[in-house]
């Protein structure tokens, strides 16, 4: 089976712009999630979603948002980039929600200048 | 709620030696919990889990971690270090507090010496 995939690997934004960042499951996966990885935070969790349908959410912003398609892909778009929004975006995807390992993607590197 | 500690943002060993990284966490609910590690410019990859069957729990790469309750510890080692075994290494704790989410510890960076 092909890995989550999440496209595109490195992003250059400016301050004020927003981006979209996709991620593929890994096939019958239908929960994906997705983290922030920065040095300074470590690796803080965003937002879990389950047959379209966000499950939970963590503590960011309204500019942070996501969804999820009927074929379990995902997006998740940031508006108005702040210089604190460059880190390493992770995306995760596992079959269920209960304690179904997460297999990461190799992720999206943001730097917003 | 639920929180994750790993004691130690860097551990380094020789070649050869014990590996131990520490673990702690609180959570209000019965926990699962992982062990992830991640190489330079990569996503995580899991090594090992907990899901309340066996206290210890066997994952790839010779590591292993045991689920202590008492002392709400989930500590992860390894006999013998290999130089390929440096990387960064995270513990987390998932629980049902109201939908299911996954806090990931800070992390500790494994360096092994030859």
């Known amino acids: 089976k092909a890995g989550v995939t999440q496209t595109p690997r490195y992003l250059i934004k400016t301050r004020g712009q927003q981006v979209t960042l996709s991620c593929s499951p890994i096939?019958?996966?239908?929960?994906v999630s997705w983290y922030q990885q920065t040095p300074g935070q470590g690796l803080q969790f965003l937002f879990e979603?389950?047959?379209?349908?966000?499950?939970n959410k963590g503590n960011f912003p309204g500019r942070f948002s996501g969804r999820q398609f009927s074929n379990s892909r995902s997006e998740m778009n940031v508006s108005t980039l702040e210089l604190g929004d460059s880190a390493l975006y992770l995306c995760?995807?596992?079959?269920?929600?209960?304690?179904?390992?997460?297999?990461f993607g190799p992720g999206t590197r943001l730097l917003v200048l | 709620a639920q929180s994750v500690t790993q004691l130690g943002s860097h551990v380094s060993v020789s070649e050869g030696a014990l590996v131990l990284l520490r673990c702690n966490y609180s959570?209000?609910?019965?926990?699962?919990l992982f062990w992830y590690v991640q190489y330079p410019n990569q996503g995580l990859q899991l090594l090992l889990k907990?899901?309340?069957?066996?206290?210890l729990v066997k994952g790839i790469n010779g590591f292993e971690a045991e689920f202590k309750k008492s002392e709400t510890s989930f500590h992860l080692t390894k006999p013998s270090a290999h130089m390929s075994d440096a990387a960064e290494y995270f513990c987390?704790?998932?629980?049902?507090?109201?939908?299911?989410?996954?806090?990931f510890g800070a992390g500790t960076r494994l360096f092994v010496k030859a």
């Open positions: 995760a995807s596992s079959p269920g929600v209960v304690q179904e390992t997460q297999y």
């Open positions: 096939s019958g996966h239908r929960s």
């Open positions: 979603y389950f047959s379209e349908t966000q499950r």
């Open positions: 959570s209000s609910v019965p926990p699962y």
């Open positions: 907990y899901t309340s069957a066996a206290t």
């Open positions: 987390a704790v998932r629980a049902n507090t109201g939908g299911f989410k996954t806090i």
